[in-house]
């Protein structure tokens, strides 16, 4: 049996981080427009990314699950849930990409110019989809870091 190496990366992984390192870089340019970058070197200094983290207690949603099923339901709720979070951030306000996501939340790459409190649209869009999908049951966590 041959399976990728731990370090290796696929055309599709890198394109798609690098396309997201872009998508964030032109949105601080929006959003900052004193923002400039000659080189890719200046980007570490000037570190223009901030990651937005929406997390959940996976644990507590299942387990007030009864049955097997009820078990597979709600973790379909749950990427239903990331799915509209993602066209949320990605494509609706074209802010970042996902760069890590699991069964405790989703994590997106973003400008570091949006601060805290810019991002309470989104997080009122994102606690409605939460109170619709799980009728109240499951709340988000915001982190901005």
């Not at 097997?68 to 990427?79: H, K, N, S, W």
Request: net charge negative; glycine share 4%; hydrophobic share 45%.
């Amino acid at each position: 049996m041959t399976a990728r190496s731990a370090n290796d990366v696929l055309l599709w992984e890198h394109s798609y981080m690098t396309a997201t390192i872009m998508k964030c870089l032109v949105a601080q340019k929006i959003l900052e427009l004193n923002f400039e970058v000659s080189s890719k070197y200046e980007i570490k200094d000037k570190k223009p990314f901030s990651v937005f983290s929406i997390g959940w207690d996976f644990f507590g949603f299942i387990e007030q699950s009864h049955k097997i099923p009820d078990i597979v339901g709600r973790t379909e709720i749950l990427e239903e849930i990331k799915k509209e979070i993602k066209n949320i951030i990605e494509v609706n306000y074209a802010l970042g990409n996902e760069i890590y996501s699991d069964d405790f939340g989703i994590h997106f790459l973003i400008p570091s110019a949006l601060k805290d409190e810019d991002l309470n649209e989104i997080k009122e869009k994102i606690f409605d989809i939460f109170n619709e999908k799980t009728d109240g049951i499951l709340l988000p966590i915001f982190v901005l870091t």
